[in-house]
């Protein structure tokens, strides 16, 4: 058997027997009604760099725990980056999964988690060319493939809300595929296409 065929059937291996954990411990140890889904909204700020430039990044989005150990969440995010040569930003809209570990008590969890979703990367030749209308980078890649790996905490500040803070490594996947517009930026470098997030904000509940 291939490695190509080996590492899908080995992650899908490990996804059920996460799955098949989290069911088993939702039906020993949790109340009655744990299993429920629970809607989140959250948002956030912090300071988004990478092997390049950095800047202030904002985050919002929706979060769901269908299980005591599992979080599905969506996101949305954007920051504006001070470049060597003029100003950069980035955006992404990203799903993701991850693993959630309660710490004590249970007011305090970690987690760690990926996402495979769309984002893009653009450079501008200065500010004033950043903020002028319309839309007009020197290069651009928008609406391609972003994945994301995640890690962070949050802790429980009172009935429905939380403050939570994590760290994303995230990176523009060109290769291999074609999807979305790509302009002026035939040899993109990690300074544009790579980015680290240091974020912290609040959770609540909608559900």
């Known amino acids: 058997m291939s490695v190509r065929r080996l590492v899908p059937r080995c992650v899908l291996a490990v996804v059920l027997l996460l799955a098949r954990g989290a069911s088993a411990d939702e039906q020993t140890t949790a109340p009655p009604d744990a299993g429920k889904a629970r809607l989140q909204a959250l948002v956030g700020t912090g300071y988004l760099g990478g092997p390049g430039p950095g800047g202030a990044a904002f985050v919002m989005g929706l979060r769901s725990r269908p299980a005591s150990h599992l979080a599905l969440a969506f996101d949305v995010g954007y920051s504006a980056l001070a470049a060597q040569h003029g100003v950069q930003d980035r955006w992404w809209l990203v799903p993701s999964v991850a693993l959630v570990m309660p710490v004590g008590a249970g007011d305090t969890q970690l987690e760690a988690g990926i996402g495979l979703g769309l984002g893009a990367s653009s450079g501008y030749a200065s500010g004033a060319d950043y903020a002028a209308a319309p839309f007009s ?13 995640h890690a962070g905490f949050s802790t429980r500040l009172s009935r429905g809300l939380e403050l939570f803070a994590r760290v994303d490594v995230a990176a523009l996947v060109l290769d291999d595929n074609s999807l979305g517009s790509r302009v002026g930026n035939s040899n993109p470098s990690l300074t544009d296409t790579t980015w680290v997030d240091l974020l912290a904000g609040v959770r609540f509940g909608l559900l």
């Open 137 to 149: 980078p020197v290069w651009a890649f928008q609406m391609v493939p972003a994945a994301r790996l």
